[in-house]
């Protein structure tokens, strides 16, 4: 077989013991590494066409992937007006402003990243806004993906007037005399307006697809489990690999919606294994509840305005009867579960389908009891964490809307990545972006010290719950192969598993989980060829 790639003067780190191996050099060929060796043996194999490089001492290891992120829809949603860096609400109004100042008459203004504790313990509605949005149509997406702000113009170009009934647990918020606050709660109620909204062509989105993902190889990811899986999202991938532009290995879980009847999940057990040769369709994305934040999680006990009380689906058993067809057709299921009682219902149709190879997972987990904690490792279930939310949206003095509305003890239960993994569960971290920044680095850092990028003087929230840097580096590599049942020929550096390569300036195990994040990746190989190269190399 040619050998495609020579990577000289390496220090290749295993996740596995978390220690360099004995080799300096690793040659690759057909997408897999062929050989691990020293310098002067694997340089004797390169031809005229294989890329040579020294890495001059930097750091190997396996692949970077992510394990929940929404690369095609979180590339159009983020194309609007960023606010995921505004802390108050002048600041969101002067963002919106300038915004506005911009548009075109008649044109729509849309925003992403809102969020709600900017509105502190006032209500979340477009009033809030003040008159900056008077006349303009504008969708602004809260930073969880699952509520948004529709100004009065857009409501009345959708015609939404007054509250509707959905068939999963959504909202259109409405006051006390029936009138719409602009508060949309979760995708049915969000798409009420968003169906009225101009869409990018499709030579747009592709572009805005193709620019995040390359990004997301500068970062350091070789691969990434998308969960947004919808539209015209698969056709997008296949799409993007035609071009050459997918530089990431993309493992898509379409979504199951509540009303779904059989035929529809016939379709998505039909359409498992399709794809393209870095793209295919792999397990089915389900939702218990929706988020703390808009009071739509699903929690065994109210939370302090009474809200989070009820499933995502309206028959919670219809949720498990799918469940139970997906995994007698083999199929892994990825359930956003973020309430106690989400969490619990999820595990108990899993644990009512019987023992299986099939590796079933359940996404962000966000507040459980112990009595659940000890579940995963006995069901074989895997916990999908994004640590950043906890870094980025809460606060170690719980002044944040979430713990605010949990209360001290449910609050004090956040995140419990250490507890999971010290019981025995498999972890893996994700970032799911656009909800939080996809740099794997940074993700690894919150998971490590737990505290928000944007002050990391600011105290640790939950810090009993912090990973070590070997068990964060696991989780982005060891954990999404397991997740995948690709831990045979992915997440090490050996001899016939996929070259999926991050290089790193400097080892990432010693480096102080606040510096983390700013280390320099170096390159990005993916499939035996690099996806990102800097410059000193």
Known sequence: MPTDLVLLNA???DPVTGTFLPHTALAAGGGLITRLGADRELRDLAGPATTVIDLKGAVVTPGFVDGHLHPVSGAERTAGTDLSGCTDLPAVRSALADAVAALKPGEWLRGWGLDPNVFGTGPVSTAALGPVLDGVPALIDLFDAHSALASPRALELAGVDGPRRFDQAAE??????????????????????EAYAPKPSPEQAQAQAAAVLRGMAAAGLTGGHAMDAHGDSLAMYAALEAAGELPLRVRVAPQCQPGSDADAVAALIELQGTGGRYWRVDGVKLFMDGTIDN???????????GESTHAFWPDPTAYSRVVGRL???????????????????????IEACGPSAVRHRIEHIETVPDDTVARFARLGVIASMQPTHCCEFTRADHTDNWSRRLGEERAARAWRCRDLLDAGARIVLGSDWPIAPYPPLAVMAGARHRRPARDLTEPPHNPAQALTPLQALRAYTLAPAWAAAEDTVSGRLAPGFRADLTVLAANPLDTPATELAALPVLLTVMDGRPTHRAAEL
């Open 172 to 193: 259109i918020v409405c006051d006390a005399d029936g009138r719409p606050t602009g508060l949309l709660l979760e995708d049915a109620a969000c798409e009420a307006v």
């Open 327 to 349: 995994h007698r057709a083999g199929v892994p299921t990825a359930t956003h579960a973020i309430g106690d009682a989400a969490v619990r219902h999820a595990l108990d149709a």
């Open 295 to 305: 009071g739509t999680a699903w929690l065994e006990q109210p939370d302090c305005h």
């Open 11 to 13: 220090r290749l780190l």
